[in-house]
């Protein structure tokens, strides 16, 4: 005589599926880093170059809507270029701003101004209206500027810094070719132009 076994349903516990999904989102979460609004956003020129900005050792020059900013990358070469600018025109900056601007991203205002920007909450910073570094011939702050960082850049990480033009695809070409002037009057004669990826054609 055959024994019919009674047939329960198939169940599966998921909780343990359930806690590995939720500490990877967990993860996800709390090491991304969210994107920082840039004080001068530009629309950069297409092109199917692929190459990849250094991390380190990277000065990036903005020019657009008539203005120059610049940004710096490393926390100590930043404050190292703060504290030589603030020699070169007689701006004296504390501990705590100097540990402030480290953490900023770019600049585009007169050193003299400078301290105002500093003292400004990140969001206030943002919408802050920064006129740009001067790079008259009267008054060069941005060859300054560039001059100092790769001073503190050697001094600091021992390279060369290297250099990036962001310029807006509807700006001026007189305006970026003021920039490579000043960089060529330094001798740098090697730069990289941030471009957007577009498609390669066919």
């Known amino acids: 005589m055959a024994v019919k076994m009674s047939k329960k349903a198939a169940s599966i516990d998921m909780t343990a599926m359930c806690d590995v999904a939720f500490l990877l989102l967990t993860f996800f979460i709390l090491t991304a880093t969210a994107k920082i609004p840039e004080p001068l956003p530009v629309d950069t020129p297409a092109s199917t170059v692929q190459t990849k900005l250094p991390d380190t050792d990277l000065a990036t020059i903005t020019v657009g809507k008539g203005k120059v900013f610049f940004d710096l990358k490393g926390r100590e070469v930043r404050k190292r270029t703060l ?37 400004m909450k990140s969001s206030e910073r943002g919408k802050a209206n920064q006129p740009g ?3 008259d011939s009267l008054d060069n702050q941005l060859s300054q500027w560039i001059q100092n960082a790769r001073i503190a850049n050697i001094e600091i990480d021992d390279k060369e810094l290297q250099i990036a033009i962001k310029g807006d695809a509807k700006e001026e070409y007189p305006s970026i070719k003021k920039v490579m002037d000043i ?14 990826l577009r498609a390669k054609d066919k």
Do not use: C, H, R
């Open 83 to 119: 504290e030589l600018m603030g020699q070169k025109y007689g701006v004296a900056f504390t501990e705590d701003e100097s540990a402030k601007f480290a953490l900023m991203e770019g600049i585009g205002v007169p050193i003299t101004n400078l301290k105002q920007i500093i003292a």
């Open 133 to 135: 570094i001067p790079k």
């Open 183 to 196: 960089l060529q009057d330094q001798k740098i004669n090697s730069f990289n132009l941030v471009t957007g």
